[in-house]
T-cell receptor, first 115, second 110 residues
Framework: KAGVTQTPRYLIKTRGQQVTLSCSPI?????VSWYQQTPGQGLQFLFE???????NKGNFPGRFSGRQFSNSRSEMNVSTLELGDSALYLCASTLGGFLDLYGYTFGSGTRLTVV | QKEVEQNSGPLSVPEGAIASLNCTYS??????FFWYRQYSGKSPELIMSIYSNGDKEDGRFTAQLNKASQYVSLLIRDSQPSDSATYLC??????????FGSGTQLTVLP
């Protein structure tokens, strides 16, 4: 059974640019969540999507956005990149409604470096 | 703000010893708790989940939960060098997300 797939694995962008990251959840998982991980802040919740609807959003500026498609694949976009956006971005999927039972399965992450 | 706090590391134990990792949480509404292991440069991997007060054992790992004290712990028996990683404690709440602690870095010395 395929895991959570994130692309690309690594990205280098320049300040002011925008970036789009992609995530394909485990087959059958309809809930996709995104986290930002940095050494100083740890894992910070960005947002969660279920059946193409954003159900929950963390405390990040509006430059961070996302969406989910009908096949449960998700993308997140960061516009007007800042140096502080350099981080590991993790996508996690779970069976919808069963987070309490199964937790998340994480993808390998996208390492974004902003220069 | 609902938080999950982990005992500050790093933690070093000799091979074969018991490693004890601790976590407290502030949201009394949290129902489920998870321990993730994260190797350097890799993504978090779920190793244990616990929902009820008491102990839950899985191989060399034992998770302990005390909801009255808002305390979760993970014991790793017969620690191996391959257990060297950062261990993340996470709690679920009403917001349909997991809140993570900052992690405890464990080193098992051969």
């Amino acid at each position: 059974k395929a895991g959570v797939t994130q692309t690309p694995r690594y990205l280098i962008k320049t300040r002011g640019q925008q970036v789009t990251l992609s995530c394909s959840p485990i087959s059958g998982h309809r809930s996709v969540s995104w986290y930002q991980q940095t050494p100083g802040q740890g894992l910070q919740f960005l947002f969660e999507y279920f059946s193409e609807t954003q159900r929950n959003k963390g405390n990040f500026p509006g430059r961070f956005s996302g969406r989910q498609f009908s096949n449960s694949r998700s993308e997140m976009n960061v516009s007007t990149l800042e140096l502080g956006d350099s981080a590991l971005y993790l996508c996690a999927s779970t069976l919808g409604g069963f987070l309490d039972l199964y937790g998340y399965t994480f993808g390998s992450g996208t390492r974004l470096t902003v220069v | 703000q609902k938080e999950v706090e982990q005992n500050s590391g790093p933690l070093s134990v000799p091979e074969g010893a018991i490693a004890s990792l601790n976590c407290t949480y502030s949201d009394r509404g949290s129902q489920s708790f998870f321990w993730y292991r994260q190797y350097s440069g890799k993504s978090p991997e779920l190793i244990m989940s616990i929902y009820s007060n008491g102990d839950k054992e899985d191989g060399r790992f034992t998770a302990q939960l005390n909801k009255a004290s808002q305390y979760v712990s993970l014991l790793i028996r017969d620690s191996q060098p391959s257990d060297s990683a950062t261990y993340l404690c996470a709690a679920s709440g009403s917001a349909r997300q997991l809140t993570f602690g900052s992690g405890t870095q464990l080193t098992v010395l051969p």
